[in-house]
């Protein structure tokens, strides 16, 4: 069949029957974006003003947080750079206050559950249950309709309510979006591809505070849930991380006490105290997502330098070595599910057999790209309006390399008795926004997958 013929089927398989999924629990970090569009000349009299030779060295070697306003031009220089995302954490008041009088240009949703919270449940259908840090009037404002709940606890008893109607005000917990188009020039430098920069300016979600709720009324939680995904972890750091790493082990262990398939979304973690710590309990895990930045920086804590390297070598990323890598961090940690994504494709190495895998990327693919053509997207059947988005050209040498070397057929090979699944990907040339793409990818795939079982 043909890869247009693949993605129709696709679509129509999982759109069918997403919907009767879940509930999803998704935790644990919800926010609030702030997204400004860079201007190169604003950003190069920043730099400028900040003194250049100091802002570009951070620009070659991310620090491991903002404390200072170099790191920040630094940072948001190192993802033009690369055409890379990066998020780290701003722990100086002084380059918090110097974000906020630069400014933004809009107010979004954020945070990965967040994210995730408005896509399954708010355009999907499939009921989700969310952790949100901090429940302000602004933050509960960004909630699409549809069934999506927090967990409420009154007199000790435990309800589950759509977040506006969780009547609380509490903090906003606001994080800045640094975007840039494919092209964007300063100084010396033109992004390869489109991408933005993260500035993580509350403290919640960077040291991963867990309501009373979901430490008190876990196991009730849990017990109502049929998938869940785990994210935000990527800002913890060599002093906070024990914590939150405890808390998260006793509810992998509950939920599998439930039987409950969890992923996680393995975002850019700058700590490698943090990447040991989350690659030792990944076999806790059925499921990780990532991208080939992530997926390098596991493999230099798995002492597979050459490896790292060679993911970060090759524009589009060498789908081989991808494979070989996916196949350690697979036999390392007992995890079932890697599915990886990069720009043009994505691919997928499970323990487990069948086309439904291949399916949900493909679905998963359709929705990246709905998202990137449309900014947002306000129901599933608006996905089907990227069908007409052309498949990425450059595919298809991925594809043959894949063939040749494990004779791949109809994206689908069977590689050291794992299956190793591909799909070509939908370029949208002039997205509207890159946020939240990698979310809608890993959690359109996951729960699509479980939808097609």
């Known amino acids: 069949m043909s890869w247009g013929a693949l993605y129709s089927s696709a679509f129509e398989r999982v759109r069918g029957r997403i919907?009767?999924?879940?509930?999803?629990?998704?935790?644990?970090?919800?926010?609030?974006?702030?997204?400004?569009?860079?201007?190169?000349?604003?950003?190069?009299?920043?730099?400028?003003?900040?003194g250049k030779e100091n802002v570009l060295r951070y620009s070659e070697e991310l620090p491991e947080r903002i404390t200072s306003?170099?790191?920040?031009?630094?940072?948001?220089?190192?993802?033009?750079?690369?055409?890379?995302?990066?998020?780290?954490?701003?722990?100086?008041?002084?380059?918090?206050?110097?974000?906020?009088?630069?400014?933004?240009?809009?107010?979004?949703?954020?945070?990965?559950?967040?994210?995730?919270?408005?896509?399954?449940?708010?355009?999907?259908?499939?009921?989700?249950?969310?952790?949100?840090?901090?429940?302000?009037?602004?933050?509960?404002?960004?909630f699409k309709e549809g069934p999506i709940y927090v967990p409420k606890?009154?007199?000790?008893?435990?309800?589950?309510?759509?977040?506006?109607?969780?009547?609380?005000?509490?903090?906003?917990?606001?994080?800045?979006i640094y975007e840039f188009p494919r092209g964007f020039k300063v100084f010396d430098f033109e992004a390869p591809r489109e991408n933005r920069f993260i500035g993580a300016a509350d403290d919640y979600n960077p040291n991963v505070y867990i309501r009373p709720e979901f430490r008190e009324h876990f196991?009730?939680?849990?017990?109502?849930?049929?998938?869940?995904?785990?994210s935000g972890l990527q800002t913890l750091t060599a002093r906070n991380y024990r914590g939150p790493l405890e808390e998260m082990k006793r509810?992998?262990?509950?939920?599998?006490e439930n039987n409950v398939p969890v992923?996680?979304?393995?975002?850019?973690?700058?700590?490698?105290?943090?990447?040991k710590a989350l690659v030792d309990v990944l076999g806790l895990f059925h499921s990780v997502g990532l991208n080939e930045v992530e997926l390098a920086s596991i493999m230099e804590v798995l002492g597979e330098k050459k490896l790292a390297e060679e993911l970060l070598a090759s524009d589009p990323v060498d789908p081989v070595a991808v494979a070989e890598a996916m196949l350690r961090l697979a036999e390392k940690t007992g995890v079932r599910r890697i599915h990886f994504h990069t720009y043009g494709y994505y691919l997928?190495?499970?323990?487990?057999?069948?086309?439904?895998?291949?399916?949900?990327?493909?679905?998963?693919?359709?929705?990246?790209?709905?998202?990137?053509?449309?900014?947002?997207v306000p129901s599933i059947n608006e996905v089907v309006d990227a069908m007409d988005v052309p498949v990425n050209g450059k595919a298809s040498e991925v594809e043959k390399k894949l063939v040749e070397e494990y004779g791949m057929s109809n994206g689908m090979a069977e590689v050291d008795n794992y299956q190793l699944v591909f799909v070509p990907?939908?370029?949208?040339?002039?997205?509207?926004s890159t946020v939240g793409i990698g979310d809608t990818i890993s959690s359109s795939a996951f729960v699509g997958e479980f939808a097609l079982r």
């Not at 606890?153 to 609380?168: D, S, T």
């Not at 509810?251 to 599998?256: A, N, R, V």
């Not at 997928?348 to 449309?374: C, I, N, P, Q, W």
Request: proline letters at 3%; charged letters at 25%; a negative charge.
């Open 19 to 50: 919907g009767k999924t879940g509930p999803v629990l998704l935790a644990y970090n919800t926010n609030i974006d702030a997204v400004k569009y860079l201007d190169s000349t604003d950003l190069e009299r920043r730099v400028e003003d900040a």
């Open 69 to 142: 306003i170099e790191h920040l031009l630094g940072g948001i220089l190192w993802s033009v750079r690369r055409g890379k995302a990066a998020e780290l954490f701003v722990e100086s008041c002084t380059v918090r206050f110097y974000m906020k009088r630069w400014g933004w240009d809009e107010l979004r949703m954020g945070g990965q559950v967040g994210i995730m919270a408005n896509l399954l449940g708010g355009v999907y259908g499939v009921p989700v249950i969310a952790h949100v840090p901090q429940l302000s009037r602004l933050q509960a404002g960004l």
């Open 153 to 176: 606890v009154e007199n000790g008893k435990l309800e589950l309510v759509h977040p506006k109607e969780f009547e609380a005000d509490e903090e906003n917990c606001i994080h800045y």
């Open 219 to 230: 196991e009730e939680i849990a017990g109502r849930a049929r998938l869940a995904i785990i």
């Open 251 to 256: 509810h992998l262990e509950i939920l599998g």
């Open 263 to 275: 992923h996680l979304e393995f975002a850019f973690t700058a700590d490698e105290t943090v990447r």
């Open 348 to 376: 997928a190495l499970t323990d487990y057999k069948g086309e439904h895998v291949r399916d949900a990327l493909l679905f998963a693919a359709l929705a990246a790209a709905a998202k990137a053509k449309l900014g947002d």
């Open 425 to 432: 990907t939908k370029i949208v040339e002039r997205p509207k």
